[in-house]
């Protein structure tokens, strides 16, 4: 690469990269874009981030938006940096938590994220504050009387407004780089990995040794789904109480590129810790072969 290109393209990485701390400075709203130009000839790759100016910015700030789209659409053209392909995408995606009863637990999902996802909190049946919590944090919270993880989750699905989605429970959480890595993988549908909350040989084993049965269709208590897929399937099955996340993902694979992305999630073994690892392991294998209608223990 030439001194020039060098010096061309440092700067245009420094001046994207602050020029959304300028705007934000100055008080505007912007919607974060990650931009990825990819070149051929001495120039391999460049990444920064772009900020759109939103209705009733300043001209000022609006300028250097326009300005920094100049340059990019004269470099797209070609004309300097020898670009070939600018690529612009929006990482949006619906995060959908069905939750019953967890005042104690749903803050701590829901403070990992922030306005760039909606977060969709569906309270099912519950007795206790969940949805009061769950209104601090969540760009849309509802109630419906009924109990059932999958009614619950068909519930967000049908209030979210994005063509991604991602299934979590309520007690599970995500970190955002791992959401970030499960974004970028390029799968349609699947799920990731998850580690303990507590730091114990048995339930560190007991996550590992459930690996392998991910790629069959086990989740790690998140689900993630293009949304035309989604609606292929006809959503989760409320006639079941166990397995529907399995069958799910076994139905859901047939019609999108599936994978288990290298993330993980923290789950929370308040259930095993209570109540003992060999009962949940012994009930995990005994109700994976059967349609069962009935509901787990609800451990709070």
């Known amino acids: 690469m030439s001194s020039m290109a060098k010096t061309l393209s440092s700067s245009y990485t420094v001046f994207t990269g602050i020029l959304p701390w300028i705007i934000r400075q100055k008080g505007h709203s912007c919607l974060p874009i990650k931009a990825s130009l990819s070149s051929g000839g001495s120039l391999d790759r460049i990444s920064s981030n772009f900020f759109c100016c939103s209705s009733g910015d300043k001209p000022s700030s609006c300028f250097l938006i326009s300005l920094i789209n100049s340059c990019v659409t004269a470099m797209n053209k070609g004309s300097f940096l020898n670009v070939k392909k600018l690529s612009l995408y929006m990482a949006k995606c619906s995060i959908i938590i069905p939750a019953y009863n967890e005042e104690n637990y749903i803050e701590k999902c829901l403070e990992m994220f922030d306005d760039s996802v909606e977060t969709i909190v569906v309270a099912n049946g519950c007795t ?104 292929k399937v006809n959503g989760f099955d409320e006639s079941l109480a166990f397995g529907e996340d399995g069958k799910f993902l076994r139905t859901a694979k047939k019609h999108g590129k599936f994978g288990v992305v290298d993330a993980y999630v923290v789950n929370s073994m308040r259930r095993f810790e209570k109540s003992g690892y060999l009962k949940w392991i012994l009930f995990w294998i005994k109700n994976s072969f059967k349609k069962n209608k009935s509901y787990y223990e609800v451990v709070r």
């Open 128 to 231: 206790d504050k969940t949805a009061e919590v769950a209104k601090k944090y969540a760009t849309k919270v509802v109630e419906i009387k009924e109990k059932g993880v999958s009614k619950a989750r068909n519930e967000g699905a049908r209030l979210s407004e994005s063509d991604f989605l991602i299934f979590l429970d309520a007690d599970i959480i995500l970190t955002k780089d791992n959401l970030e890595k499960i974004l970028s993988s390029g799968n349609e549908v699947g799920t990731c990995y998850a580690i303990p909350d507590v730091d114990k040989f048995l339930p560190k084993m007991l996550m590992k040794l459930k690996k392998p049965f991910q790629r069959i269709g086990w989740s790690s208590g998140l689900i993630f789904c293009k949304k035309e897929i989604y609606e």
